[in-house]
């Protein structure tokens, strides 16, 4: 059992392990299902995240409200036929993200990961270091368990909702979740894995939730599009060997507390930040009533 | 500190846009209508709260009347709860109301019968999809539907505890929490489980005299 990344990293350390092995250890303890069992349920989940992921890439998705729907397939067709500014890896991977965020919002199949509108995150992330690492689905399930690892130590020692502490504790969170994982597939070590998670969570820090109408669409899909990204130079900083000068620990920390003093406006209450701009006020009463 | 399963993290796997709005207000109406019983006609809808405000947005309209039509939150037609509704000759009415103080996400379900009484079921979305019931017709409870839940109505006497008790004991069935509430001198007995009920437990106990009212609700988080 872990509670803190320290510990997390002690137990790799001892047992020399990966942080996936850990996580997929413990699962099997609490839940008293055998590994094949545990592994059999992360699969499914991967399928339901890859189904999300891909399915509004070429058939624009809108939403229940009718606030938003389409962006998944604009950047994809976009990608596909311009010379792009931040290059098709990055477009395709944001197209991934977005496209979760539109089956989200259209009532549609999702993972909550750690929540439904930081859904896209986690998935698009894997989806994308696939394709560069050329790995295997087994890969990218063991690469979950790493996802679940860190977000279960942020859930015990901060919080992942963003009523509580922001959207950092939503996008940012899914962000190191994926970093962490991603980096770890990639042959990181498991405290490379904590710093690159620590990256995601500082370049991020004090992101506030601000949903237009209380709806889980806008700004966050826009953040599920960026959040990927932070996750993928977050886990290339840390490969990289850029050292984290703040543990893992104090970052989530710190994280819980700005979200803590962030004033119950900026916390999902739909009443600061972009909700409460006089377009979103209006956008607000045209879809709510 | 409580322990989070990876399913808890990565999870639940649901239909969106809201763990709180959509995916909670499923297993809210789901879990009133495995308490109120089948065979409604009508179920009308009160939305408090955030509940009231943005409940056509987040599909929470169409999320409780899945619910109530048996639908889990993971279930795709959920999307097309309406039509089924209709096709199955049930009507809903969803009326925004100040139900007093509740959670924001709050929501009373009246289930309407040709042949007895309403039946009405309260309770709240409390986030992450996990919710709590707060009220059976009037009676305040407290339960999460996370586990079996047997629910119990009689006359007040000596003994029933301890006879439920030993049932469960006896079945191998270890009690999470047991609550009971009396009104006048009509109780009512809340009782969550570590594991399923069984068979002969509920027919051990539907043989108990004057029960007023019965039910058990096996659903479990997935
Ligand atoms: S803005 Fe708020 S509702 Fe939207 S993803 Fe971020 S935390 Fe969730």
Redesign the pocket.
């Known amino acids: 059992m872990f509670n803190k990344g320290s510990e997390l990293i002690n137990l790799c350390n001892e047992k020399q392990a990966k942080i996936f092995e850990i996580v997929i250890e413990k699962e099997q303890k609490t839940s008293g299902l055998s590994y094949d069992e545990v592994i059999k349920k992360m699969k499914e989940t991967l399928e339901v995240m890859k189904s999300s992921a891909t399915s509004a890439l070429n058939k624009e998705i809108v939403s229940v409200s009718g606030l938003t729907g389409g962006n998944s397939k604009r950047v994809q067709d976009y990608k596909n036929n311009h010379k792009t500014i931040s290059g098709e890896f990055i477009n395709s991977a944001m197209a991934k993200a977005l496209s979760t965020s539109e089956v989200n919002a259209s009532m549609g199949k999702i993972c909550a990961s750690p ?4 859904s896209g995150i986690v998935p698009s992330a894997l989806l994308a270091a696939q394709e560069k690492l050329n790995v295997d689905d087994d890969m990218l399930v063991n690469a979950l368990f790493t996802a679940a690892g860190i977000g279960e130590i942020v859930a015990k020692n901060a919080t992942v ?3 509580e502490g ?6 940012g969170v899914a962000a190191a979740m994926a970093a962490g994982a991603i980096t770890e597939m990639a042959g990181g070590t498991p405290s490379q894995a904590l710093t690159a998670a620590s990256f995601a969570l500082i370049n991020i820090m004090g ?5 237009i109408a209380g ?6 899909n826009l ?2 599009a960026s959040g990927v990204i932070n996750a993928l130079i977050s886990a290339d900083l840390a490969l990289a060997e850029v050292q984290s000068l703040i543990p893992f620990d104090e970052v989530v920390e710190a994280m819980y507390k700005v979200g803590k003093s962030l004033p119950e406006s900026l ?2 209450t739909a009443q600061g930040g972009i909700a409460d701009t006089p377009t979103g006020r209006k956008l607000s009463d045209e879809v709510i009533k | 500190m409580k322990e989070y399963s990876a399913f808890d993290i990565l999870g639940p796997v649901m239909i969106g846009p ?1 763990s709180s709005h959509t995916a909670g207000a499923a297993r809210l109406g789901k879990i009133a209508s495995e308490i109120a019983g089948t065979g409604f006609y009508k179920v009308v809808f009160y939305l408090h709260g955030s509940f009231a405000k943005t409940y056509k947005g987040h599909g929470t309209n169409k999320a409780l009347v899945a619910g109530i039509l048996g639908l889990d939150p993971s279930d795709e037609k959920l999307r097309d709860s309406f039509d089924i509704a209709k096709s199955k000759n049930i009507k809903v009415e969803f009326i925004e109301a100040d139900l007093g103080y509740q959670h924001p996400n709050s929501v009373k379900i009246v289930f309407k019968y040709h042949d007895k009484e309403d039946f009405y079921v309260m309770g709240s979305s409390i986030g992450g999809g996990s919710i709590i019931i707060n009220n059976i017709n009037g009676v305040q409870v407290e339960f999460t539907g996370a586990y079996p839940t047997i629910i119990l109505k009689y006359p007040d006497r000596k003994g029933v505890i301890s006879v439920i008790s030993s049932i469960l004991a006896n079945a191998e069935i270890n009690i999470a929490t047991m609550r009971v509430t009396r009104e006048g001198n009509i109780a009512t007995m809340i009782c969550e489980l570590d594991s399923q009920i069984t068979d002969d437990v509920i027919k051990e106990i539907s043989n108990f005299k004057d029960l007023a009212y019965i039910r058990f609700i096996n659903t479990r988080r997935s």
């Open positions: 929540t439904a509108g930081a909702a963003g009523a922001g959207c950092q504790a939503e996008c992101l506030v939730c601000d949903p709806l889980v669409e806008y700004p966050c953040r599920n916390r999902e | 809201s």
